[in-house]
């Protein structure tokens, strides 16, 4: 929101966004980018946790997850060090805001593998572990643990599902890329390209995540208005009081 509030500005009342703020912003919009595809991570193993490991109940701990979160948070703002120590960023003149140079293609892949190779290399490490373990389990297991290793699996298969579709997404900025390295320079339209696919993409995490998690289904029908069953009695006996005639009194 902040880089589309800038480029409007900027192309209504030339507004200068060129500041001491606008190096840390860009760097802080990245590391978001890369904690949201590490926290698919998270999710994929505690999948596995569930299905491999179910006797080490640690592994299934709220507490370990809000921890893993600000390890991700940390890993990622340092990982990221480069990108400012290698004056990656840089302000466009024609979007008012700081960002990685397509040019620069030694920032490009280091970003491209940080955030996206790395983390869909894991679901996929994980995805195959899970995968070996199921096929190695006896086929005399109870049903109530199949249906929960099946259903851990699917939930898993989403989540794989939800990554792929962010990586796909990312193809017009590979085409721009692969421009940029051939002209010499950044197209002139190309993060006005971006972007939009970029929002999609936010927007299509927010959905899949609400319909392939079980956790965030039950939290938001948890959040529903339901009338308590000693007000539904109430109503009942009133409705059924104003309906008596009144020789019976």
Known sequence: MSFHIQTLLGDLY?????????IPISYLFYVCV???????????????????YPNIQY?????????????????SSIILCPLLFWH??????NEYYCSIKFTNINAVLSFAFISYGSSLLLLSLIYLRIVIF???????????VKQRQHRDLAVFQRILLTVGLLVMIGIPTVVFVIIAQT???DYFLAFRVIW??????MMMTDILLVMFSPQLKVIIRSN?????????????????RANIPMNVF
Do not use: D
Not at 88 to 93: E, I, K, M, S, V
């Open 34 to 52: 890369t904690l949201l595809y590490w926290s698919f991570v998270s999710q994929g193993f505690f999948r596995l946790s569930r299905i491999v």
């Open 14 to 22: 030339e507004i200068n966004f060129n500041s001491l703020l606008c």
């Open 224 to 240: 529903r208005v339901v009338p308590s069953q000693t007000t539904t009695v109430n109503s009942i006996e009133q409705h059924h």
């Open 183 to 185: 002209t010499g320079q």
């Open 88 to 93: 990656c960023l840089a302000y466009f003149t």
């Open 134 to 144: 199921l096929r190695r389990q006896p086929k005399n297991q109870s049903l109530i």
């Open 59 to 75: 592994l299934q701990s709220f507490f370990l997850y809000f921890i893993l979160f600000f390890i991700e948070l940390i890993f």
């Open 196 to 201: 939009p696919f970029f929002s999609l993409s």
